[in-house]
């Protein structure tokens, strides 16, 4: 998430590693978008050439991936447990 202004640097970091801080030209703190996963921040790089770059970074909020494994964790054994109800069965839950 972005806090106080500022763009998700550990997040980018993680992702990137140490030399995000050079692999952006410019990296906007703002977020174009934002939902329940990840947001969408504007950035440029600079080409092999010279030239700028527009591009858009998807950075995910933290802890997402532990929260979908945990929630699949979750729902693995209750569609094993649907496939078992008759009524069900026609579903293509798994």
Do not use: M, N, W, Y
Request: proline share 9%; hydrophobic share 40%.
């Amino acid at each position: 998430l972005v806090c106080e202004g500022r763009p998700p640097h550990d997040e980018l970091q993680r992702a990137f590693g140490p030399e995000v801080d050079t692999l952006f030209k410019d990296f906007s703190p703002k977020p174009l978008a934002s939902g329940s996963i990840a947001q969408v921040h504007r950035a440029s790089v600079l080409r092999p050439d010279g030239s700028q770059l527009e591009v858009a970074v998807k950075v995910r909020h933290p802890g997402v991936a532990e929260a979908l494994a945990r929630d699949f964790a979750i729902l693995k054994p209750l569609a094993s447990l649907a496939s078992r109800v008759r009524s069900l069965r026609g579903l293509s839950i798994q």
